[in-house]
């Protein structure tokens, strides 16, 4: 998420090695992680997600996303445990950037979009190009003979 503060792990074990060499205070390191968003649930992600984008609605997701709302609404509300390729149209229904549908997956404990997997590799390259909508990602994927994990919502 743009707003949130999150440091990629590499980033740490390099922090960690800084204090470890006495570059670093490991007290200033505790206070930078304590300011940081940590999430412990797939919902918990989205509510933050929300309120950061407002424009983003279940409607715009339901659009976008070309999942039901029988299967949004659950996603938003905690209830449904989606697979890796329901949450991902969710999260590209709902704009979100590669790092933050990644994000979703992990927390969903779905399987991270992989670029040695065809499908996500264009998934990816959509994403990265900001594709809003699955349809786009749908129509990039058939222009280059890769078939579609969406299976039609």
Excluded at 35 to 40: A, D, L, P, R, Y
Excluded at 84 to 100: P, V
């Amino acid at each position: 998420m743009n707003s949130e503060k999150e440091t990629r792990t590499t980033v740490l074990f390099e922090e960690l090695e800084e204090i470890s060499s006495g570059q670093k205070s490991y007290q200033t390191f505790l206070k930078e992680r304590k300011e940081e968003k940590t999430f412990t649930s797939l919902r918990d992600f989205i509510n933050d997600y929300f309120a950061q984008h407002p424009d983003i609605t279940p409607s715009v997701i339901i659009e976008d996303s070309n999942l039901s709302k029988n299967y949004v609404y659950p996603i938003c509300n905690g209830t449904k445990n989606p697979s890796k390729y329901k949450l991902t149209a969710f999260c590209i229904g709902a704009h979100m950037s590669l790092r933050e549908t990644q994000k979703a997956l992990s927390l969903a404990g779905c399987a991270a979009l992989h670029p040695k997997v065809l499908a996500d590799a264009g998934i990816i390259v959509c994403i990265n190009k900001g594709c809003r909508n699955v349809t786009e990602v749908e129509l990039f994927l058939d222009e280059n003979g890769v078939e579609s994990p969406f299976g039609g919502g």
